[in-house]
């Protein structure tokens, strides 16, 4: 196996939930909901009816966090951060300790949400914070559910520190949020809401399995967590929710698959990201289709170095290119050179086995293009993991044609790690 790591990208993001909100209300409906709720403090001013302002604006922050999520700029999720503390001036922990805890725990997703925008610990940090402090007053014998509602969400803010930061320390503790979460969140108790934090814990039990060398311990937990959510999240009835949770266990096998060389693991999540695909329309969810097609292509391309034939790597080409056709260089350039490197390594092996210089020619040129955006964005991993992955294809391109100067050059069909890129938990 050679060192060309595919790139595999994330499917689900870890849900964050706000009290009193809903996710079907539309973009227009919520502008006027704002309106609505800035002229009703107009009505109730805070010198004179400080709750009722308060209540109206931890409303708004809700309304202007929801909208924000919408948008692409950051204004209105930053005017919902002000709108959370505005309230919290009012609703002291003293006075109105549930509705104190309520808004922090508001102000904690949109903390988190803009911290995963910005790419900011710093607001991140302040997201775990306001969860915590929601949980000295959400207690679990007080108010269960919105307890497990708030470790649920403290899970979600140190999954996303913890992706960001080296070590395990906040992914473990994330792991440890969720499964208090799951102590109130049953099956019989909350079966949708169970599913979600099933779902989630997947996610970061299989961050963690990613930075484990020697140890798959924590990818299986992955795979046992998100056939639990499927349990729940049904096709018949959650089609979106099963088919991102379908994918994200397609990718926990993948890693599984590679790391302990189980045929089976990668043959299940081929079958997972295809099942997944087909309630991924192109048309409807283009970036979801696209990146797992990209991790279809990983899972193909590593089921294809164990076969004599090249079926399967034929097919992984096509994966890439369908997702390339999504996923541009002006759109999103990281993932469309990270496709472009797992791209290249296909071609690599296509080259190693047939005959001629073609392929090589064209896997050095997909190297280079990828390249050229790492280089330009100082991803250094990438930049060195994409040359090294060039660099031996110029060798053995130049074997190919006898160059006698690269004698030292791996022999052809000695393959060595083609480091691809994956696209891991959207």
Known sequence: MDSIVPSRFPTTAADEQSVGTSRQITPERLVEAVAALRLAQRRYSRDKAPLEWAMLQNNLGNALARLGERERGNERIEEAIAAYRGALEVYTRSRSPLEWAMTQNNLGAALRSLGVRQVSPALLEEAVTAYREALKEYRPERVPLDWAMTQHN?????????????????????????????????????????AMTQANLGNVLASLGEREVGNSQHLREAVTAYREALKEYRRDRSRLDWARTMSNLGNALSSLGERENETNALREAVAAYREALKEYPRERLPLEWAMTQNNLGNALSRLAERDAGIGRMDEAVECYRDALSVITRDRTPMLWAMTQNNLGGALLRLAERGEGTEQFEGAIATYNDALAVFVAANAIYYVEVCWENRDRAIALLAERRGAATLAAAPPLGQAEPIETMLFSGL
């Open 154 to 194: 403290l899970g979600a803010a140190l999954r996303s520190l913890g992706e960001r930061e080296p070590g395990t320390t906040r992914l473990e503790e994330a792991v440890a949020a969720y499964r208090q979460a799951l102590r109130v969140r049953t099956r019989q108790r909350a079966p949708l809401d169970w």
